[in-house]
């Protein structure tokens, strides 16, 4: 499985951006599917994650109520919706697909396979 993320950029606080994650090379419909993130000198962190029929989502507490995970199975493609973006969410954002059969949801060892990520730079 390939994942290409995009839909990085700068912005100023307080805007919006939204992230796309398109695979290819396999379906991942039926996947559960994440969103971490990577700020400079910092570890990867959880964001946000979406079972495989979009009926569920899980999001990190510094994000929730300001991002919204979706996706587009048709597409093959997951998406994160960002608003009311703060400085401290700079970070590259990377998009990850479950590993077959982990329970593991909010953390890097529940998932197999990673995009190479996009930058989101937020300005204050």
């Known amino acids: 499985v390939q994942l290409q993320a995009s839909g990085g950029g700068l912005v100023q606080a307080g805007g919006s951006l939204r992230l796309s994650c398109a695979a290819s090379?396999?379906?991942?419909?039926?996947?559960?599917m994440a969103w971490f993130r990577q700020a400079p000198g910092k570890d990867r962190e959880f964001v946000a994650t979406i079972s495989w029929s979009g009926a569920s989502t899980y999001y990190a507490d510094s994000v929730k109520g300001r991002f919204t995970i979706s996706r587009d199975n048709a597409k093959n493609t997951v998406y994160l919706q960002m608003n009311s973006l703060k400085h401290e969410d700079t970070a590259v954002y990377y998009c990850?697909?479950?590993?077959?059969?982990?329970?593991?949801?909010?953390?890097?060892?529940?998932?197999?396979?990673w995009g190479r990520g996009t930058l989101v730079t937020v300005s204050s």
């Open positions: 090379g396999r379906t991942v419909s039926n996947y559960r």
């Open positions: 990850a697909v479950e590993r077959p059969g982990s329970t593991v949801v909010g953390a890097i060892s529940g998932y197999e396979y």
